[in-house]
């Protein structure tokens, strides 16, 4: 029986989450309903996308009793009220990062999901790639030996853009790139908190920090550090560095498509879409999807692989690093 969708929300990465689902078995995967704050939206995307049912309001996709699971595709400050609308409503759901805009918000979030009885996973998808998958395979068997050193850069001339640069859309470099860097840092080091967190950074003119430095040291003196930005571009690579090896994911590290171990390169090429993308490597959200539908045929309400545990993790980082460097949102004072 197919796991059937409700997407919440009409904006690009909904358009490029559906892309994802529909390049996997239509009898796993359906999609039952699109939800938009404007009736006219949901009917557009409906039509683009051959959904049989439109929503003019989130709660409305809340009461269909036809849906398993919602996909949340809002921007992050209004995730903490749109997921608590579906948990509440009983509903299973994977929201896209980062979960929300501080730990306390995320706390808030696990727990409804919790007392709700309900799958949530937040939609970190680089963790579903074949590649990091096979990231994974590779530290568990011991490839690389004892992992010494994790260093991760994510950055894109993108401060002209104002869901990235206003502080009211949740903007700033951190929770919108720099969590692709955390992320894979805290995997490496199977969601251990770090020792110590030391950032720098600067803040554009509105108030939201534009680039970070972060050094990180885990226990027995491992270390990590990575950069973030929307003012310049790096080459946003993924280097990991044990006493018997080297893995490295090499462009794009936040969508991977090849690793190089000691050299020796890996591809890992996706499915093309049936529409053009609105950002690069999309039909790769289609592993994310796939884990969910497979957690939730399993009766988990998490998943190992990105768990509760990992995202509130994730969240107390982003606190820190956002306090040494003076990143305040709204949501931080309530």
């Known amino acids: 029986m197919a796991t059937r969708w409700g997407i919440c929300s009409a904006g690009k990465i909904s358009h490029d989450f559906t892309l994802g689902l529909k390049s996997l078995p239509v009898e796993d995967h359906q999609i039952v309903a699109v939800a938009a704050r404007k009736l006219e939206d949901a009917q557009g995307f409906a039509k683009k996308h051959s959904i049989s049912q439109a929503y003019g309001s989130y709660e409305e996709l809340a009461k269909d009793p036809n849906i398993d699971v919602v996909y949340i595709g809002v921007i992050h400050p209004y995730h903490l009220k749109t997921c608590l609308l579906f948990t509440n409503a009983k509903k299973n759901v994977l929201c896209e990062k980062p979960l929300a805009m501080n730990s306390r918000e995320v706390r808030e979030i696990l727990a409804s999901a919790k007392k709700n009885n309900v799958f949530l996973m937040e939609a970190v998808w680089t963790r579903f790639f074949p590649a990091s998958v096979e990231t994974r395979r590779l530290l568990a068997q011991g490839e690389l030996g004892e992992v010494k050193m994790v260093r991760a850069e ?181």
């Open 154 to 334: 994510f950055a894109l001339p993108l401060k002209g853009v104002p869901r990235t640069s206003q502080k009211e859309l949740g903007g700033g470099a951190l929770l919108d790139v720099g969590i692709y860097c955390l992320q894979v840092i805290l995997m490496v080091y199977n969601g251990e908190k770090p020792e110590s967190i030391h950032a720098v950074g600067f803040c554009q003119d509105t108030g939201v920090d534009e680039t970070v430095i972060v050094t990180m040291k885990f226990s027995k003196n491992r270390m990590a550090v990575f950069t973030c930005s929307h003012g310049i571009e790096l080459p946003n690579d993924v280097i990991i560095v044990g006493t018997k090896g080297i893995i490295r994911l090499p462009d794009n590290m936040w969508c991977p498509t090849s690793l190089f171990l000691n050299g020796k390169e890996t591809k890992y090429p996706l499915p093309e879409p049936y529409l053009p993308e609105s950002y690069l490597n999309s039909t790769g959200l289609r592993y994310e999807a796939e884990e969910v539908r497979q957690c939730l045929l399993k009766g988990r309400k998490e998943s190992a692989i990105m768990s509760h545990a990992d995202s509130l993790l994730l969240a107390e980082v982003e606190d820190e690093i956002r306090r040494q460097i003076g990143v305040v949102y709204p949501q931080d004072s309530q």
